[in-house]
């Protein structure tokens, strides 16, 4: 089994300078082929991009990479962009979900209220859909059905039923009406990808060297930004961490820093 760790998205914030956020997805090879979790932005954002990415694209300063898109890093990796069987989304915020329109024959998994919420969006957080994402109607694989089992306390829904692979969505909503972590075990325990549930407060240093470091509100929100931007999965997250760190390697979807660890392993 082999995870690879994708950056599909640099974010240099124009506030403040200097700082640099990721857009992070994973690559997990499955018996019968590749499954990812999250896209990032795709190339059609790039390339054709609606006037809600051109605001976000501009606002954060991307490169705009057609390197930094799933697709690329799918085939720069020796696979075909159709080897990416199923695809497990943590919520359908346009900067997560892009990448679907590279993969169209691919199973698309979400939690049945964010699937819910992409069809009668309410809020300000749920405003960050981009109906074009899905306009190719994807294979959906909507999951209702909550298992009673605990995975670590939390309740959860498992993905595949597949034996090789063990991977869940775990309900950690508020973000979205959705949202959902994935967590995937591995040969040395569980990586847990919190998505946009939770900020690296698993990290107390920087990104390494060429990241540039998180801008503050990333790396330690004030209590109401966190509230209002993430949710309210923190602390049963920072528990989690306490009890089983040893057992669970956690990511969530701006933690540069993570990423920069495995270039310097
Ligand atoms: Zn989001």
Not at 22 to 40: K, P
Not at 122 to 145: L, M, Q, T
């Amino acid at each position: 089994m082999k995870i690879y760790h994708l950056n599909c998205g640099t974010m240099n914030p124009r506030y403040p300078r200097g700082t640099q956020s990721i857009i992070y997805c994973l690559l997990v090879e499955a018996n019968d082929g590749l499954l990812l979790v999250d896209t990032g932005f795709g190339v059609q954002d790039y390339k054709n991009p609606s006037w809600f990415t051109k605001i976000f694209i501009a606002s954060l300063d991307m490169p705009c990479s057609l390197e930094e898109t799933a697709m690329y890093q799918v085939e720069k990796l020796g696979y075909a962009r159709n080897d990416v069987k199923h695809i497990v989304m943590t919520h359908l915020h346009s900067d997560h979900s892009g990448g679907l329109r590279d993969f169209p024959d691919a199973h698309v998994h979400v939690h049945a209220l964010e699937y819910e919420a992409i069809q009668s969006p309410k809020g300000f957080k749920e405003r960050f859909y981009d109906a074009e994402h899905w306009a190719h109607s994807p294979n959906w694989v909507i999951h209702k059905k909550e298992e009673t089992e605990d995975w670590f306390g939390f309740r959860n829904i498992r993905v595949l039923n597949d034996n090789s692979l063990d991977v869940r969505l775990i309900p950690l909503h508020g973000h979205t009406r959705g949202h959902c972590g994935v967590a995937i075990k591995t040969p040395e325990g569980w990586l847990l990808h919190c998505g946009d549930a939770t900020f690296p407060f698993y990290h107390d240093h920087e990104p390494l060297p060429p990241m540039k470091p998180l801008p503050n509100y990333v790396m330690s929100p004030p209590k109401w930004l966190e509230r209002s931007l993430v949710g309210e999965n923190t602390p049963r997250l920072k528990e989690l961490h306490e009890k089983h760190g040893d057992e669970i390697q956690f990511i969530c979807s701006n933690d540069s820093i993570t990423y920069s660890m495995q270039f310097h392993e």
